[in-house]
Structures are given as C-alpha cells and as structure tokens.
C-alpha cells in the first residue's frame, strides 16, 4: 500500500516530520512512483535524522558554516519583531530556521522558500529584511578579505 491511506489512493504524500526519530522510515515515494534517496548532509553525505538536521542540511557531526554575526543579527532582528508584534519569537521563526539561513546564505527568495520551514506567508512576510541583512553579512566578509 505504501504511503496511500487506501488501495488506489494518492501515491505521493509525504511522512510527517513530527514521526522522524519515533517510528522506522520507509523512503518517501517521489512523484515518479519509485524510491528517493533519503535526506543526506550537504558535507559527509551521512543521513539526516532529526528535524534540526534535516532543516541544516547537515548532521550534527559537521561543524556549522553559519557566519556568526549574521546570527546575531537575525536573532536581535526576530526579538525586536516578536516583540512589535506581541508574538513569541519562534513565531517568526525558529532558532533552527535563522541557524540555516545563516548557514546558507540565500541571495533571493528561492534561496529562502529552499530552506524547510519557510514558505510563501513567510517569505512575503519577512524575506526582504531576511534578504537585507544576508547582503550586508556577504558585503561585510568581502571587505574582511580584501
């Protein structure tokens, strides 16, 4: 039967995040029908097993590529909102979430819709001063090196 809920049914649904590390992982079905490769980090090709991981892109044993200012920056940036806006700061997004942007560094709104946790709402909500403060941190590394 795979992954549709009845014989016949929609062979493409995906298994909810909330599952991984709780109950063992059949691999997902691609749009295809046959078998994806499951989630593997972006440096040792090692599997990803927790949602943190998977949202990185890389597997707790490899260090963090994220420029730690930016970090800062996103992290005082999302407080000062949350705060605007009378919302908890996970709200806006979560510590794993800015950890990846600052890790990926995305130039454009495909760069951040790439990144799990980010859709559309967030990305029209909050990219352009995402997007800002990632060319600023790039601006400010090339300076550093030149």
Not at 16 to 22: H, I, K
Request: hydrophobic content about 35%.
């Amino acid at each position: 039967m795979g992954l549709s809920r009845s014989e016949g049914g929609r062979k493409t649904r995906r298994r909810s995040r909330f599952l991984n590390g709780l109950a063992p992982e059949s691999p997902p079905v691609s749009k295809a029908g046959g078998r994806a490769a499951p989630g593997r980090c972006r440096f040792c090709t090692g599997p990803l097993n927790t949602p943190a991981e998977i949202k990185t892109g890389r597997c707790a044993n490899c260090p963090s590529t994220a420029d730690p200012d930016l970090l800062d920056e996103l992290k005082a940036w999302r407080r000062t909102l949350a705060s605007e806006k009378s919302v908890p700061p996970y709200v806006i997004f979560t510590d794993v979430t800015l950890q990846a942007i600052a890790e990926r560094s995305p130039l454009d709104d495909g760069g951040l819709l790439a990144i799990p946790g980010i859709g559309r709402v967030k990305l029209d909500s909050f990219g352009a001063d995402v997007l800002a403060m990632v060319a600023k941190s790039i601006k400010r590394a090339a300076t550093k090196t030149s």
